[in-house]
């Protein structure tokens, strides 16, 4: 491999990588293969869901902790990584649609 192909990848490898920082706390962090939903969890204000997809489609769905549909956090139609922020907090499960693997955490932020 070249040099500039080596400092190409390490860029992107290093840009896709999810900024964690010493005040944030992982809630909850599941990984698996196809649809399921998470456990029910409680957050603050400011709150986020990062992702890791495998799969050809991949989406996530939340709802709040008695079963009312809220938002759609993420849809892709690639295998990829991403992250959605949600402002506000209260007690919640996520419902993941995917065709393959994939890990999602819910990160409160400071």
Request: proline share 5%; aromatic share 12%.
């Amino acid at each position: 491999m070249n040099f500039h192909l080596g400092l190409l990848l390490a860029f992107i490898v290093a840009w896709a990588a999810p900024a964690w920082s010493a005040d944030e706390q992982i809630v909850i962090s599941q990984s698996a293969n196809g649809s399921r939903s998470t456990r029910p969890f409680t957050v603050h204000d400011r709150w986020e869901i990062r992702w890791d997809a495998k799969a050809d489609h991949f989406s996530v769905t939340l709802f709040s902790a008695t079963g009312d549909i809220l938002d759609s956090l993420a849809s892709q139609r690639k295998p990829g990584t991403g992250s959605t922020f949600y402002p506000k907090g209260g007690a919640y499960f996520l419902k993941v649609i995917s065709g393959g693997d994939w890990t999602i955490s819910v990160v409160q932020l400071p």
